[in-house]
Nanobody
Framework: QVQLVESGGGLVQAGGSLRLSCAAS????????MGWFRQAPGKEREFVSA???????SYSDSVKGRFTISRDNAKNTVYLQMDSLKPEDTAVYFC?????????????????????WGQGTQVTVSS
């Protein structure tokens, strides 16, 4: 089992920055990739960013150039640096963990590719 705990959410003005963290505990040595997803009220959960154990990254078009994902394997933690935040970034942000390699069908940006999920952290961007 893997437990994921997100932190770093909060209220920020448009144009501001936040850094989210996701700390993993449990059977972390088998993690192949970590991802961030978000869900706004009344909307489906959507992909934000992901990073593989080798350091390959992926971003959604809506956050590319503004968000940066990174990981500290020694601390079993993945980060999401969010800059130039917009009101439309307001959502609950979830981190997720994948146990096996990403494939052509189980890609980084697919919700079902992930095995474990955190409880989420709220990010609110005011205009």
């Amino acid at each position: 089992q893997v437990q994921l705990v997100e932190s770093g959410g909060g209220l920020v003005q448009a144009g501001g920055s936040l850094r989210l963290s996701c700390a993993a505990s449990g059977r972390t040595f088998s993690s192949y990739g970590m991802g961030w997803f978000r869900q706004a009220p009344g909307k489906e959960r959507e992909f934000v960013s992901a990073i593989s154990w080798r350091g390959s990254t992926s971003y959604s078009d809506s956050v590319k150039g503004r968000f940066t994902i990174s990981r500290d394997n020694a601390k079993n933690t993945v980060y999401l640096q969010m800059d130039s935040l917009k009101p439309e970034d307001t959502a609950v942000y979830f981190c997720a963990d994948r146990r096996g390699p990403f494939t052509s069908t189980q890609r980084m940006d697919v919700i079902k590719s992930y095995d474990y999920w955190g409880q989420g952290t709220q990010v609110t961007v005011s205009s």
